[in-house]
């Protein structure tokens, strides 16, 4: 997990992770997130060429984990693409197609533990396609 976020625990990695916005945050606990869409990672901008991305993401919780939910907006409203009661796992690994992905969709993970503390993920924005060379 994290292999996107910062290769080596390098200053120059590190702040180079920072600035590809590829982080995340938690309350209080060491949660361990990873989400990616079409294997761009958090922070990232996708371009899906027929509107379908895949979604996937990896927890790790220190506590047992409660829900897990991929949200997702779309232009007009925040909605939930995956949600998961994760039944008190300390490990969760998931991965869902949305076949409604447009330009300005906008994904992140965040998730639960029982004890109440959170994970959220920085998001991954949707631009359109590049148009096909003349």
Same mark, same amino acid.
């Given at each position: 997990?994290?292999?996107?976020?910062?290769? @080596? !625990?390098t200053r120059k990695d590190?702040?180079?992770g920072l600035h590809a916005r590829r982080s995340y945050a938690v309350t209080g606990v060491r949660i361990l997130l990873d989400f990616?869409?079409?294997g761009v990672p958090m922070g990232g901008t996708v371009r899906p060429a027929d509107g379908t991305v @895949? !979604?996937?993401g990896t927890l790790h919780g220190v506590g047992p984990l409660d829900r897990v939910e991929v949200v997702k907006y779309d232009g007009a409203a925040w909605t939930?693409?995956?949600?998961?009661?994760?039944?008190?796992?300390?490990?969760?690994?998931f991965s869902v197609d949305d076949p409604a992905a447009k330009p300005?969709?906008?994904y992140y993970l965040r998730a639960r533990q029982q004890d109440g503390n959170r994970a959220w993920s920085s998001p991954v924005w949707v631009e359109a396609a590049p148009a096909p060379a003349p």
């Open positions: 997990m994290g292999v996107n976020n910062a290769p @080596a !625990l590190i702040w180079e990616t869409v079409d @895949a !979604l996937a939930e693409v995956y949600a998961h009661a994760a039944d008190g796992a300390l490990d969760w690994s300005g969709t906008i």
